[in-house]
Each structure stands twice: as C-alpha cells, then as structure tokens.
C-alpha cells in the first residue's frame, strides 16, 4: 500500500510563494508518475503539473510560467510544486497523486487579495 503525505500548505498574500512536497512511503514505486490536483469549493478538481519517471512535465493552463514541478532526483519518491506570483483564484486543498491511483489526503492553500 503507497502512502502519500502533503505538506507545506498555508496562508500567503497574492504574489507570494509556497512549495508543496508529497513524500511516498509504504510501498515505494521509484517509476510512478507523480502530480498534483487540486480542488476549490463548489468546483471540480483539476490538474496543476505532473511529472513522469522521466521527468516530462506538464501543467494545467491556469498555473503555467508560475508553478514548477520537480522530483527527488536521487530516490524520486517525493515530488515538490513551487508556487510563484499567487492568487487569490489559486486558492484550494491541493492533493498530490502517484499514477492517478493513490491520493494523498491534501493541503489547503489560502491565497488572501
């Protein structure tokens, strides 16, 4: 069983920035893909950024120029998304994911006007 645990979630002004990380542990799978969705109140949830074993990137539409993705390159077990220039739109519970199947329980980012 993979385990998946967020952190580095918080309140920061528009125009600020955070780093998420999400940490496997229990069953390791060093070549699973590795992203981050997130979901606001009221809407669905969406993609911010993945990256593959491999280390392609790709990024929802909303977040790109300002967020990065990036991988532990020595185990790469744990994944980080840096958030630069925040909005107030940016503003949800992240959630990272290992291959779409295992879910961490989420971070809550508030980015306040």
């Known amino acids: 069983q993979v385990q998946l645990a967020e952190s580095g979630g918080g309140l920061v002004q528009a125009g600020g920035s955070l780093r998420l990380s999400c940490a496997q542990s229990?069953?390791?799978?060093?070549?699973?893909?590795m992203g981050w969705y997130r979901q606001a109140p009221g809407n669905q949830r969406e993609l911010v950024a993945y990256?593959?074993?491999?280390?392609?990137?790709?990024y929802g539409d909303s977040v790109k120029g300002r967020f990065t993705i990036s991988r532990d390159n020595a185990k790469k077990t744990t994944v980080y998304l840096q958030m630069n220039s925040l909005k107030p739109e940016d503003t949800a519970v992240y959630y990272c994911?290992?291959?779409?199947?295992?879910w961490g329980q989420g971070t809550q980012v508030t980015v306040s006007s």
């Open positions: 994911t290992a291959a779409g199947v295992h």
């Open positions: 229990g069953s390791i799978f060093y070549f699973y893909d």
């Open positions: 990256i593959t074993s491999g280390g392609d990137t790709n």
